[in-house]
Structure formats: structure tokens, C-alpha cells
């Protein structure tokens, strides 16, 4: 049986197809920063803020038309691993995949830690899934290494699997309870998944390489080894993994100033308590070792990368991550 999810007083779907920003009440100012961007380029898809609680939504969203749904799995809480780093809003994708059946045909459950650059959500939403019930981004562990094991395979003494970024993941809700996922995620979490990892070994531990892979133009894991490269690639959306988030002061001399300004922007106007992007009135630059070493780096990488790039026809074309 599903999740009843519950949905901010005002809001009904309007479409089939939704992309949902995962986050608590504590992220929600860098959470309206993707949200109000795919609002304004005005595709055919249900956009919403989703939390495992209720929260209250700022006018700024819900006159865009943004809502919110709150989710969560009470059965699951005691088998699920958090910390100060991750609240249980790190588990929305699984929650999501179970409430939303019978409300939107497919999800696109997206982390607060994103920017939204270019791209209709909602074609690739409805693009071919190869059959499978969810579909992600290759981890940028095995971009140029399609082939390695990950330490949580190794832990579960698995063979190496194709192994997927949780910070993107879509979801067709009716084949996530046919092929009855919920049931799985909670077995696996109760029996494995204590010192393995969070939700991506979770959702990876099931699946093993069963699920669709996605262009990583939509979940372009930005670090050292891939920055130099993004502003060629145009990725849709720009993950900022790791601790630097665009918001924070040690994003500096990283994170290029627009993407550093995008966040600031909304902050600023929309989100005046919250904490703001620090604006020095200089530009930051790299130091001159850890520059050298990214593009060391990048140029090491430059044949694996680019094979990995053209392995997909498009940006909406999915491939099977397990046809290398």
C-alpha cells in the first residue's frame, strides 16, 4: 500500500509529470532557487518542494505555482540511518516513489543542491526508461570508469554494478510499486544498510545496475575534475556535491560567480534571514596548485570522459548502464 502524501492547502497536480526539489524546512530558500527557474521557463510539468513534513510555502513559490508535499514512511524511520549532515529529507526519493502513485505518472526527485540551467524536464520525463522503474545519472566515481567497484559494493561483497548519483533520480511510480521497490528499500535497509551508506547505497544495494541511465547533462556533478568542462558540456542541471555549495564562502575561487549569483540572487530578494551568499566586491581566483591539479586532472581524463559524453544520441535518450 502507498504513502498518502499531503499537499500545501491551494495545490492540485495539473499534469502527470512532476519534478520534485528534496529537501526540510531548513533548505527550502536554496531549494526555491531550481524551483523558481523551472517555473520561469514554463515547461508542462508539476513542479514541487518535497519534505518528509508539512511546511508553510512562501508567497514567491505559490504564486508561481509551486507547491509542496510532505511524505514519509513511518515504518521505515527506525531502519534508516541520519545525521547532522543528512535529516530524513535525504530519503524523499524512496518516499516519493511510494506516495505519489495514482498522482503523477512519473517524478523527477531532484537534491536543494542544484541549478537549473537549460532543458524540458518534462520531455525527459517522458522519455523511453528501457523498462525499468527508475532512471539516474552514472556517480561521477565511475564516469571515466565505468568499471569500478564502489566501496559499498565492496562491503556487500557484490560484484562491481553500474553504480548511480541519488542527487537526480527519476522515478515511474506505478513500476516502483509493481516491481515492488518499497518493500525491497525496507529489507535492505533493515538488514544492510547500517554503516554502507545513506539513500544512494540504498537505492543502489536493490537495484545492482537494474535502472535507466540518464545523460550526466542532468546531474552534472560539479567538482575540481569536471569544472573546466562544464561551460562546454551546457549541462540542464549543475549538482554541487561535496561541502563547497555555492552559498557558502568557501565556494570561492570554485564555483563560478554566475552560479554563485544565481543563489544569491533569490536569497537576497526572497529569503532575507536566511544565510546570504558572501559578496566581497573582488573575485576570488584558484590557488595556483589546486588549479594545476584540476586541469591535470581534466587532461589525464580528457579520452574516458568524452567517450563516456558520447555514448548518448541526445540529452533526453537514455542508454543501459550495463552496455559498456
Known amino acids: 500500500m502507498g504513502l498518502t502524501p499531503i499537499f500545501n492547502p491551494g495545490f492540485a497536480p495539473r499534469s502527470d509529470l512532476a519534478v520534485v526539489i528534496a529537501c526540510d524546512a531548513n533548505y527550502l530558500p536554496y531549494a526555491a532557487v531550481p524551483a523558481l527557474a523551472m517555473a520561469a521557463a514554463a515547461h508542462g510539468h508539476d513542479i514541487l518542494i518535497g519534505g518528509p513534513e508539512p511546511v508553510e510555502m512562501p508567497d514567491v513559490l505559490t504564486r508561481q505555482g509551486i507547491g509542496h508535499v510532505a511524505a514519509r514512511d513511518e515504518a521505515l524511520l527506525d531502519a534508516l540511518p541520519l545525521d547532522a549532515r543528512r535529516s530524513l529529507a535525504t530519503y524523499m526519493e524512496l518516499f516519493l ?19 537549473y540551467e537549460r532543458g524540458d524536464p518534462a520531455r525527459l520525463l517522458s522519455a523511453d526508461m528501457l523498462g525499468h522503474a527508475v532512471a539516474a545519472v552514472r556517480d561521477n566515481r565511475q564516469w571515466r570508469t565505468p568499471g569500478r567497484k564502489v566501496r559499498e559494493f565492496k562491503m556487500l561483497g557484490e560484484p562491481a554494478h553500474p553504480y548511480f548519483n541519488a542527487g537526480v533520480v527519476m522515478i515511474d511510480t506505478e513500476g516502483f510499486a509493481t516491481q515492488d521497490l518499497p518493500a525491497r528499500a525496507a529489507d535492505f535497509a533493515r538488514s544492510k544498510l547500517a554503516g554502507l551508506g545513506r539513500d544512494q547505497a540504498l537505492m543502489n544495494g536493490i537495484l545492482k545496475g537494474d535502472w ?11 567538482t575540481s575534475a569536471s569544472a573546466h568542462l562544464t561551460s562546454m558540456v551546457d549541462p540542464c542541471l549543475i549538482h554541487f556535491i561535496g561541502t563547497r555549495k555555492p552559498w557558502l564562502e568557501t565556494s570561492q575561487g570554485i564555483v563560478p560567480m554566475r552560479m554563485r549569483e544565481a543563489f544569491g540572487r533569490v536569497l537576497s530578494q526572497h529569503f532575507p534571514n536566511a544565510p546570504q551568499v558572501a559578496r566581497s566586491g573582488r573575485r576570488h581566483w584558484p590557488e595556483p596548485a589546486a588549479l594545476r591539479g584540476a586541469l591535470f586532472r581534466q587532461w589525464r581524463a580528457a579520452g574516458p570522459m568524452l567517450r563516456y559524453l558520447n555514448r548518448f544520441a541526445d540529452q533526453y535518450t537514455m542508454v543501459d548502464p550495463r552496455s559498456y
Open 97 to 115: 516513489g511510494n506516495a505519489l502513485r495514482g498522482h503523477y505518472r512519473r517524478i523527477l526527485v531532484i537534491d536543494a543542491d542544484i541549478l
Open 212 to 222: 535507466a541511465e540518464i545523460s550526466p547533462l542532468w546531474n552534472w556533478q560539479f
